[in-house]
T-cell receptor, first 112, second 113 residues
Framework: DQQVKQNSPSLSVQEGRISILNCDYT??????FLWYKKYPAEGPTFLIS?????DKNEDGRFTVFLNKSAKHLSLHIVPSQPGDSAVYFC???????????FGPGTRLSVLP | DAGITQSPRHKVTETGTPVTLRCHQT?????MYWYRQDPGHGLRLIHY???????DKGEVSDGYSVSRSKTEDFLLTLESATSSQTSVYFC????????????FGPGTRLTVT
């Protein structure tokens, strides 16, 4: 049973609009969350993170929101650009744990 | 970019043959990881290492072994490859104290025929 879920396998958004990628988790011990972006034939690259002491973290066009009571986080990309087209993975861990659990990924397509 | 390389980048092998994948880092990081990526599953942890000669199993370790004799190298071995081990394999490293982010290598595409 997947502990980290990304229920939308794919998402298409118009250039300049907002992209919202969602992630749900089941393990209440998870306390630290990351988003990774992956282009074809490359390794995933770290995008942004958030710990449970925050409900929002922002880095340029990227904002991650965390709702601990709902066990839900989301990644907002504003404005979306064609170069944002990639697969996005959500990952979670216990704060002092060594390992992350990854979701299955959401493929984002930003249309010009 | 984190200094992580993986070799080979592509490999085709036959069922029953042994295969070793290599991960090399130049960052002197303590933690190293092997993942496999399959459609619908995202990245799943195979084995990880928290120091030289210190390794542990991950979520999908059956059929795989690892070794780490030097800080910079982490080897993943499939003792007898099976078709279910056809996948893309990624190595990752994690930095020191207080660092949570993992940095990934470019991946190895393995096909077992």
């Amino acid at each position: 049973d997947q502990q980290v879920k990304q229920n939308s396998p794919s998402l298409s958004v118009q250039e300049g609009r907002i992209s919202i990628l969602n992630c749900d988790y089941t393990n209440s011990m998870f306390d630290y969350f990351l988003w990774y972006k992956k282009y074809p034939a490359e390794g995933p690259t770290f995008l942004i993170s958030i710990s449970s002491i925050k409900d929002k973290n922002e880095d340029g066009r990227f904002t991650v929101f965390l709702n601990k009571s709902a066990k839900h986080l989301s990644l907002h990309i504003v404005p979306s650009q064609p170069g944002d087209s990639a697969v996005y993975f959500c990952a979670a861990s216990v704060v002092y744990g060594q390992n992350f659990v990854f979701g299955p990924g959401t493929r984002l397509s930003v249309l010009p | 970019d984190a200094g992580i390389t993986q070799s080979p980048r592509h490999k085709v092998t036959e069922t029953g043959t042994p295969v070793t994948l290599r991960c090399h880092q130049t960052e002197n990081h303590r933690y190293m990881y092997w993942y496999r990526q399959d459609p619908g599953h995202g990245l799943r942890l195979i084995h990880y290492s928290y120091g030289v000669k210190d390794t542990d199993k991950g979520e999908v370790s059956d059929g795989y072994s690892v070794s780490r004799s030097k800080t910079e190298d982490f080897l993943l071995t499939l003792e007898s490859a099976t078709s279910s081990q056809t996948s893309v394999y990624f190595c990752a490293i994690r930095g020191g104290q207080g660092s949570h982010e993992q940095y990934f290598g470019p991946g190895t595409r393995l096909t077992v025929t």
